[in-house]
């Protein structure tokens, strides 16, 4: 059984130990190094409607909506040292965001699978972003179809760069210095139901450049009644007495915030998911992001305040942090990328 966690333990012991350094990690360890590929995936691997092509010869079509009114589901899976993480949750979260939007996945799970795979293999990537949606496709001709789903012809497309991070290995020793957002909340569930992962994304976006105005790194967002719902990219846990909150609703059901939850559990805490008021956010002992790019993002400061009395990451966050990684690392929640698919 795990041993409760007790902040103050690791409070006492001499030093804060550093975070592991992921990046870096992946920049300089044998296991994270690129497999050879065909020179023309160098700069990344795309599938496009029912093709796979270099990245950068890739394109949607312009008359898309899924371009040109973000009218389109999308999911994003990470690799690790050759293996996806998860990659059945993200199959699953992302069948019910098309279920949501009434889209229908052009792919069947096992296709996906094989797709997803072959883009990592043709770009020999250890370490990867993959990103897929699909799409409504383009407006029917007769006026009279463009009310019926089943009139369009939903498409898929995909991609895999290297492995991103939303915020570096220096940001997130540190810990990140984030805004409350004043001048956005985030859209509402009942405009657009952030559980499916769309691309309505321009209270993120905006709410990002108010951040910077404010001198600060990432932005937070409300409901508008007080409550935290999540981040761009990403969702927002609260740590204090031990105890750790994330929000129930008006947000993504983020796979790290699932995997975060389990973890969190193991070290002994005690785990809400529930309405997080602002308030308690700022009065926080510690507090963290997490997010499939990057895993768990520890946060410094909000609007100025730092958290916990002091700077850097608090004690729970980087046992958090270096966890994901090394469980990660270990292979669980792992799919081994067949790299001979190419
Ligand atoms: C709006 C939003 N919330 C939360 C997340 C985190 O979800 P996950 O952990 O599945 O990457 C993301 C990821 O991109 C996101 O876009």
Redesign the pocket.
Known sequence: MAQPFVAENLETQPAAPALLPVQDIMATHPEHRRLPHDAAFGGGSAYVIDRFEPLDRAGVPIADLGFNRGDAVYD?VSVSRGSFFRLDDHQRRFAASCARMRLTNPLAAEEERAVLNRLVALAGYRDAYIWWGVTRGTTPQRTADRTDPSKFANRYFAYAIPYIFIANDERRARGADAVVSRDYFRIPPSSVD?RA?NLNGLD?AMSLFEAGDRGAEWSLLTDGAGNLT?AP???IFVVRNGKVATPEDW??E????MTALELVRELGCEVEVRKVAVDELMQADEAFL????GGVVPLNSVDGVVLGGGPGPGPLTRALHDRYWQKRWEGWHGTPVDYTAV
């Open positions: 994003v952030p992962k993120f999540e990219g990403s969702n947000c993504l983020g796979i790290t915030r997490t997010s499939s790019a």
